[in-house]
């Protein structure tokens, strides 16, 4: 059984900066991609960030202002997530593509004041 535990939402003014965790446990057979996604209030999931074979990529929004990185050792993936923004305010999921298929946590929510 594949577990992920994402850990280091809250609250936060904007212009502030977060830094999420995402702990992989149980046998995992080859991670090919690692990736957080957010859901705002009303909105659909959407892709913020993803990380595979050394290359990264973000969604318009947060370039710039946001890093994904990852510690295969530990099979965790971090969101350092800098310059927050209001509109940035949802819940964060976390994503690891696997050979046995994909993976979700249960998100973290963050919120960004005004």
């Known amino acids: 059984q594949v577990q992920l535990v994402e850990s280091g939402g809250g609250l936060v003014q904007a212009g502030g900066s977060l830094r999420l965790s995402c702990a992989a446990s149980?046998?995992?057979?080859?991670?090919?991609?690692m990736g957080w996604y957010r859901q705002a209030p009303g909105k659909q999931r959407e892709l913020v960030a993803i990380?595979?074979?050394?290359?990264?990529n973000y969604a318009d929004s947060v370039k710039g202002r946001f890093t994904i990185s990852r510690d295969n050792a530990k099979n965790t993936v971090y969101l350092q997530m800098n310059s927050l923004k209001p509109e940035d305010t949802g819940v964060y999921y976390c994503?690891?593509?696997?050979?046995?298929?994909?993976?979700w946590g249960k998100g973290t929510l963050v919120t960004v004041s005004s």
């Open positions: 990380t595979s074979d050394g290359s990264t």
């Open positions: 994503n690891i593509e696997t050979r046995q298929g994909p993976y």
């Open positions: 149980g046998i995992i057979l080859s991670i090919t991609r």
